[in-house]
């Protein structure tokens, strides 16, 4: 993938990526919680822990079809000495059997149908044979609390299903309905306004006038967003200090975090950073050492984040995913970073161009067959085709001068699963 830059310094008066992500970190928080219906809540971040509020299940039920027994009526039972016993009665799931098994005598049961008293044991279906209405053959034992479901087996009143900070996935839904939870406490995700700024940027589906672009930033931005369940809004201003002050203006009192693509570097024509500090953001950093993505500025106004991010298509890209994703995330409640990580074996040299930079690399990542990644550097010197194909992301981090060919490395995936590689 082109570079966005083709020379690197020292970088001596920029922050570095691990100091520039704990800045942000230390200065993000989460924007309050809400109570949602079990059904809305798939994905979010519990904000209090979540408890049963009944046992599950009510009471000792079968785990199969078949017959309810006293289980030292059966203890010797086998294929070649079979046991008879007298059938009293049936019970199904939902309904409790109004009397209990005697001695010698046995209840037809259905798997969920609680255990009639008197009970200690369940005979699957395959091991009795029906002789007549009133008799049944057992032909295995079944030991006491054999094919019985205790009483709270799943889960117990007043138990946490959930703890606070955990993800709620679709599993965890169906145990808290199980558990009499109807409605949960998660995290607000924020809400995002992206502006794009240029005289040269477009919206999609618009005409374009020569030297013009379409707003892909904004799009692929918009996407990464979506993907997270991150409502958002964008819009498009022009190289001038007065639309951009009131776009910014527009956006402050309706949303939790703006994000600006373009006009962020320092030439005449990135105004962005100079409308910010007119109207009083505490600017915490403008400039980091990592490649892609050194332009970011981050700062606060009027106590709400706000990411300066670079119009570069491979800047805005990583600025965007290593900085400012993470920090929206943790906004909802989150602690992960979006990208997963996983140990790849390195198939080549990856040299970096200054050990006190963080770069990162568009990659190939492969699976093989035992379960075994592997990643290359990505060879299509496109940047959007880069941003569009690529699998993963190599780095090679501050301090380091290479990563070399054989080492096992951690690499970030693009993809949401293992198995879109």
């Not at 501050?398 to 293992?418: A, H, M």
Request: with cysteine; net charge negative.
């Amino acid at each position: 993938m082109k570079s966005d830059f083709n020379e690197i310094d020292e970088g001596a008066d920029y922050v570095g990526y691990r100091e520039a992500f704990d800045i942000v970190g230390a200065n993000v928080w989460p924007v309050g919680d809400e109570e949602l219906s079990l059904d809305m809540c798939v994905g979010r971040v519990v904000a209090a822990d979540l408890v049963a509020q009944v046992s599950y299940p009510s009471a000792d039920v079968s785990l199969k079809d078949g017959f309810a027994v006293k289980s030292i009526n059966i203890a010797n039972a086998d294929k070649k000495k079979r046991v008879c016993l007298k059938v009293a009665g049936s019970v199904f799931a939902g309904v409790k059997y109004e009397g209990q098994v005697e001695d010698g005598g046995a209840v037809k049961i259905c798997s969920g149908a609680p255990i009639p008293d008197g009970a200690d044991a369940v005979v699957s279906g395959e091991f009795c044979e029906e002789v007549s209405p009133g008799e049944v053959f057992i032909k295995a034992d079944a030991g006491p609390g054999r094919n019985i479901l205790r009483a709270g087996g799943e889960v117990e009143a007043g138990a946490a299903i959930v703890r606070r900070g955990e993800r709620l996935l679709p599993g965890y839904l169906g145990l808290a309905a199980a558990a009499g939870i109807s409605q949960v406490k998660v995290y607000r995700r924020p809400s995002v306004a992206i502006i794009g700024v240029g005289d040269e940027v477009v919206a999609p589906g618009e005409k374009l006038r020569t030297g013009q672009l379409y707003a892909s930033n904004l799009v692929t931005m918009g996407a990464w967003l979506a993907s997270f369940g991150i409502s958002y809004v964008t819009s498009i201003v022009t190289d001038n200090e007065d639309s951009i002050k009131q776009e910014l203006q527009n956006h402050l009192h309706n949303i939790d975090v703006i994000l600006t693509s373009g006009g962020a570097w320092g030439s005449e024509r990135d105004l962005v950073i100079g409308v910010l500090n007119k109207l009083g953001w505490q600017e915490l950093f403008h400039h980091v050492r990592m490649g892609p993505g050194k332009g970011i500025a981050f700062g606060l106004w009027d106590n709400k984040p706000v990411f300066c991010l670079p119009g570069g298509p491979a800047s805005n890209e990583m600025a965007f995913l290593q900085l400012a994703l993470p920090a929206l995330l943790r906004m909802g409640g989150e602690t992960r970073h979006p990208l997963q990580t996983v140990p790849a074996r390195l198939t080549e040299d990856v040299k970096s161009r200054h050990r006190a930079w963080t770069e990162f690399k568009d990659a190939s990542i492969t699976l093989d067959g035992g379960g075994n990644y592997t990643v290359a550097l990505y060879k299509n010197r496109s940047r959007l085709q880069a941003i569009a194909s690529a699998s993963g992301l190599v780095c090679v981090p501050e301090g380091k001068e290479s990563l070399r060919s054989g080492n096992i490395i951690p690499v970030q995936l693009l993809t949401p699963r293992l198995d879109d590689l």
